[in-house]
């Protein structure tokens, strides 16, 4: 608990905790991509999901786990800096800053709201755009649900302005959980920047293609 009680503690506690939600974007995007195989390939994926029974919601569970300890240090790392640092310290130490760096907190919030929508949306199914139903093998058609609420205008801009929103709170977050940890230097720093653009911009044009290619029409079923 000695952690918990020094700045420097609750930092690398943020880190590490961001830094497993990111791997989790990243099984994420895969599992997801598989929409790109066809109704077989998403539903499939998920009828695997499913027949995992009560791991699934272990690791639901230690996900939201992840998200509360990031979110509640998140917020709390903040309004001590906000307190602590006085107008001339915050002006001079902008100037290595960059507007994802300075809005880290904002991007967060956003993408907090996402999340809930998002879990509303596709995991609980409550929102009123969905469409339930089986396929032909009797799996949960998870392809017919996607495609018919990427089809709407709105929900499809939602989904591609939050993963725009995601750019830009990783493209920060991942380089800076490397300096958090003491692992970055002036010679390494430039490296870890580009590699979190690098997997921001994956991640930005990966989790997009899905609601744009459906709007599109470009997939369909």
Do not use: C
Not at 53 to 82: C, D, K, Y
Not at 142 to 156: H, K, L, P
Not at 203 to 213: A, D
């Amino acid at each position: 608990m000695q952690l918990l009680q020094h700045t420097v503690g609750r930092k690398i506690l943020m880190a590490i905790t961001g830094q497993l939600m990111v791997l989790f974007v990243i099984v994420h995007l895969l599992g997801n991509s598989s929409i790109f195989i066809g109704p077989d390939g998403i539903n499939s994926y998920a009828k695997h999901l499913h027949d995992l029974g009560p791991l699934v919601w272990v690791f639901r569970l230690a996900m939201l786990a992840l998200l509360t300890v990031h979110v509640f240090f998140g917020i709390q790392l903040t309004l001590e800096n906000s307190a602590a640092n006085p107008d001339a310290y915050a002006v001079k130490s902008r100037i290595k800053a960059n507007f994802s760096s300075e809005n880290m907190i904002w991007t967060g919030v956003l993408l907090l709201g996402f999340i809930v929508y998002h879990v509303l949306h596709f995991t609980a199914r409550v929102t009123p755009d969905i469409i339930q139903g089986v396929d032909a093998q009797g799996r949960f058609d998870v392809f017919r649900m996607v495609t018919n609420s990427f089809q709407m205008g709105g929900i499809a801009l939602i989904y591609v302005a939050a993963m725009v929103v995601l750019f830009f709170h990783l493209s920060h977050g991942i380089q800076s959980f490397f300096q958090t940890m003491g692992w970055s230097n002036e010679k390494a720093q430039p490296a870890f920047q580009k590699l979190g653009k690098v997997l921001s911009i994956i991640f930005l044009l990966g989790y997009s293609s899905i609601p744009i290619f459906i709007f599109a029409g470009i997939l369909k079923g």
